[in-house]
C-alpha cells in the first residue's frame, strides 16, 4: 500500500543543521516533494526532486534521494528560528490522478 | 495576485448542522482538492476534481460533498454525518499541464464542533 512515514519532532540549536528523514512506499513514484507548514497556515512547496536524481541542492536546502531504499532526507543548513514550522515529505502516488501521499510531518523546532 | 482563497478560517458547528467551505483560486488552474489535517496525521484526501462538473472520492469521502460548477471555485460541505469533523481543511490546485504535480494550499479552515 502507499504510505509516507516521518519521525513526528526535530529540535535543533540556531546555525546548526536539521535532516528532516522519510521514507515512503511507492517506488514508481515520479517525483518526491518537500513542504512546509507555517502555524495555522497552509502548505509551501519547498523544493521537489525528480525520481532519477540522487540530490538537489537549492541554497540551504540539501535533498537527497535513496531510491533503493526508499529514503529520502531534507537537509537545512544553518537553521535559522524563521525555520521552524512543520515539514511534509510527500510522493507522487503512480496510481492514476497524480494524487500525492502526504506523511504526517516533522515539526522542527530551532532554539537559541 | 494569483492564489487560493479559503473562508472562513475559522468555523464553529453544532452537532447535526451541515456547513460549507469556501474555496476559490484564480490561477486558472483546472484541479482542485480537499484534504483534510488532523494533529500527529498526514494530510488525507477527501475529494478532488480534475474539470468542471467533474469530481471523484478521495480516501476519506464519508461524511462531506462537494460541486465544481465553476473552474474557480470547489466549496466542500461537512454534512451532520462526518462523525468526527473537527479538523484543519486545506484546499489545494494544481496546473492541468503541471508534470511536476505541484499543489498550491490555501491558508485553511478550521472547523470545530462543540
Known amino acids: 500500500g502507499e504510505d509516507v512515514e516521518q519521525s513526528l519532532f526535530l529540535s535543533v540549536r540556531e546555525g546548526d543543521s536539521s535532516v528532516i528523514n522519510c521514507t515512503y512506499t511507492?517506488?514508481?513514484?515520479?517525483?518526491l516533494y518537500w513542504y512546509k507548514q507555517e502555524p495555522g497556515a497552509g502548505l509551501q512547496l519547498l523544493t521537489y526532486?525528480?525520481?532519477?536524481?540522487d540530490m538537489k541542492q537549492d541554497q540551504r536546502l540539501t535533498v537527497l534521494l535513496n531510491k533503493k531504499d526508499k529514503h529520502l532526507s531534507l537537509r537545512i543548513a544553518d537553521t535559522q528560528t524563521g525555520d521552524s514550522a512543520i515539514y511534509f515529505c510527500?510522493?507522487?502516488?503512480?496510481?492514476?490522478?497524480?494524487?500525492?501521499?502526504f506523511g504526517a510531518g516533522t515539526r522542527l523546532a530551532v532554539h537559541p | 495576485d494569483g492564489g487560493i482563497t479559503q473562508s472562513p478560517k475559522y468555523l464553529f458547528r453544532k452537532e447535526g448542522q451541515n456547513v460549507t467551505l469556501s474555496c476559490e483560486q484564480n490561477?486558472?488552474?483546472?484541479?482542485m482538492y480537499w484534504y483534510r489535517q488532523d494533529p500527529g496525521q498526514g494530510l488525507r484526501l477527501i475529494y478532488y476534481?480534475?474539470?468542471?462538473?467533474?469530481?471523484q472520492k478521495g480516501d476519506i469521502a464519508e461524511g462531506y460533498s462537494v460541486s465544481r460548477e465553476k473552474k474557480e471555485s470547489f466549496p466542500l460541505t461537512v454534512t451532520s454525518a462526518q462523525k468526527n469533523p473537527t479538523a484543519f481543511y486545506l484546499c489545494?490546485?494544481?496546473?492541468?499541464?503541471?508534470?511536476?504535480?505541484?499543489?498550491?494550499f490555501g491558508e485553511g479552515s478550521r472547523l470545530t464542533v462543540l
Open positions: 511507492d517506488s514508481s513514484s515520479t517525483y
Open positions: 526532486i525528480f525520481s532519477n536524481m
Open positions: 489545494a490546485s494544481k496546473r492541468g499541464d503541471a508534470n511536476t504535480g505541484e499543489l498550491f
Open positions: 510527500a510522493e507522487s502516488f503512480s496510481g492514476g490522478y497524480n494524487k500525492l501521499i
Open positions: 476534481s480534475q474539470i468542471v462538473n467533474d469530481f
Open positions: 490561477l486558472n488552474h483546472d484541479a
